[in-house]
C-alpha cells in the first residue's frame, strides 16, 4: 500500500517580496499513481504565485489529511559550522525561530537583498561563508552553498527567502507535519511529509521544455517511500540535502 496519497512538487523563488506575484514559483501536483498536473492559483486575478498565497495554500491542502509528500527545492537548513559560530542549538524549529528574527524575509515589502545590505547589519548578524557546506553538497558536484547569492543556479536567495514559512507550515498546520528529517528518519502511517529536494538529480527532458516547469515537475520523481526512508546518508540515491555535518 502507497505510503502518500499524493505528491506535490515545488520550484521556489526567493525573487522580490513574498507578497510579489512569481512566475518563477511553479507547483506540480499527482495524485495516486496519476501523472503530475501543474495547479495554478485557486483565485486569480494575480498570473502565477506569491510566496505567501503558496504558503497559505499549502498549509490548507495539508491540514485536511490527505497523506501528502511536499518537496521544495530550497535549503531546510544550513551547515554545522553556523551553528556552531552562533553558538546554537541543534533544534530545527529553535534554529527557524532564531533565523526568522534575523531575517523576516516573509514581512511586506521586504527583499532578501534588503536585508542583506540594510545599515543595521541585521543579516550579518547570522550568515556564512560561501564555502560552507552541508554534508551531502559535499558529494553532490553542481550543489552550491547556502550562503551563495547572485550567481546562476544559486540558492541562497530561496532559502532565507523559504525559510520563513516552513516556520510558518509547521505553527499553522492544523495537522501536525514531518518535516524529514528533521522530524526523524521513519514518517509515521497516515502523515504528510515536507522535505528539501533537488530536483536536478531527476531531470531528464529536452531543453525545449520550459525549465522551471521541468523542475517543479522533477520533484516529484524523487523515489521518496518507506523504503527510502533509511537511516543511511551515504545513499548516492539521496536527493534531500542532509542538514548538517
Known amino acids: 500500500m502507497p505510503h502518500f496519497e499524493r505528491y506535490i512538487g515545488i ?59 511536499v518537496g521544495i527545492d530550497h535549503g531546510f537548513s544550513f551547515p554545522l559550522a553556523y551553528f556552531e559560530k552562533y553558538r546554537l542549538s541543534s533544534d530545527w524549529e529553535d534554529f527557524l525561530v532564531d533565523f526568522h528574527h534575523h531575517w523576516p524575509t516573509d514581512a511586506p515589502h521586504t527583499y532578501v537583498c534588503f536585508i542583506r545590505e540594510e545599515p543595521s547589519g541585521r543579516g550579518l548578524k547570522r550568515t556564512g561563508e560561501r564555502s560552507w557546506l552541508r554534508l551531502t553538497e559535499r558529494w553532490t558536484p553542481t550543489a552550491k552553498s547556502v550562503f551563495v547569492f547572485g550567481v546562476q543556479g544559486e540558492v541562497g536567495t530561496s532559502t532565507h527567502a523559504g525559510l520563513p514559512w516552513l516556520l510558518y507550515l509547521r505553527k499553522k498546520c492544523r495537522r501536525p507535519l514531518h518535516f524529514w528529517l528533521f522530524d526523524g528518519w521513519e514518517v509515521p502511517v497516515g502523515k504528510s511529509v515536507v522535505a528539501e529536494v533537488y530536483p536536478a538529480r531527476c531531470q531528464a527532458v529536452p531543453w525545449s521544455v520550459c525549465l522551471r516547469q521541468v523542475t517543479a515537475s522533477a520533484c516529484l520523481r524523487w523515489p521518496f517511500c518507506p523504503s527510502t526512508m533509511s537511516n543511511s546518508t551515504s545513499s548516492p540515491s539521496l536527493s534531500v540535502l542532509y542538514p548538517s555535518d
Open 11 to 69: 520550484d521556489y523563488s526567493g525573487a522580490e517580496t513574498a507578497d510579489s506575484s512569481r512566475k518563477g514559483l511553479r507547483v506540480y501536483m499527482a495524485e495516486g499513481s496519476g501523472t503530475s498536473e501543474q495547479v495554478l492559483l485557486p483565485n486569480p486575478p494575480q498570473w502565477f504565485w506569491t510566496r505567501g498565497g503558496l504558503a497559505e495554500w499549502l498549509c490548507k491542502e495539508l491540514s485536511a489529511g490527505t497523506p501528502t509528500i
